[in-house]
């Protein structure tokens, strides 16, 4: 397996050893190494969430946020629409789309390489 990229969605004050525990059980549930994970990302929402900066600087990789806008066209790519995500963010699943946008802005051709997982208060895809 080559590199990979992670999109998270979380509720506000999700502490970054959630999204830490989420991460490490996802890539060891599916035999994938943290040493190949390139970038974290989220939506632009949650630039002042300070357990995804924690997390970004604690794995030595960057953070990029997008807007609900420019997560759009990778509407078609998920495999789970949240109307409550929606609702509250203008996309339709922020761990998916951010994931695939990373993806596809590093790489080009994004697909899912992990649906959507979730642990308490966070969600997680990989995309690669």
Excluded at 24 to 41: E, K, P, S, T, Y
């Amino acid at each position: 397996m080559g590199t990979f990229y992670a999109g998270f969605g979380c509720r506000r004050g999700c502490p970054a050893a959630t999204l830490h525990t989420l991460l490490c059980q996802a890539l060891a549930n599916h035999g994938l190494a943290l040493a190949d994970l390139r970038g974290i990302a989220s939506i632009s929402l949650k630039a002042d969430e300070p357990g995804l900066q924690q997390l970004a600087e604690h794995l030595g990789v960057p953070l990029v946020l997008y807007h609900s806008q420019q997560l759009h066209a990778y509407q078609p790519l998920l495999s789970h629409r949240s109307a409550a995500a929606h609702a509250h963010t203008g996309c339709w699943g922020v761990a998916e789309s951010t994931a695939l946008a990373l993806a596809d802005r590093q790489q080009g051709s994004p697909r899912l390489l992990l649906k959507r997982q979730v642990l308490g208060p966070a969600t997680l895809a990989l995309a690669c």
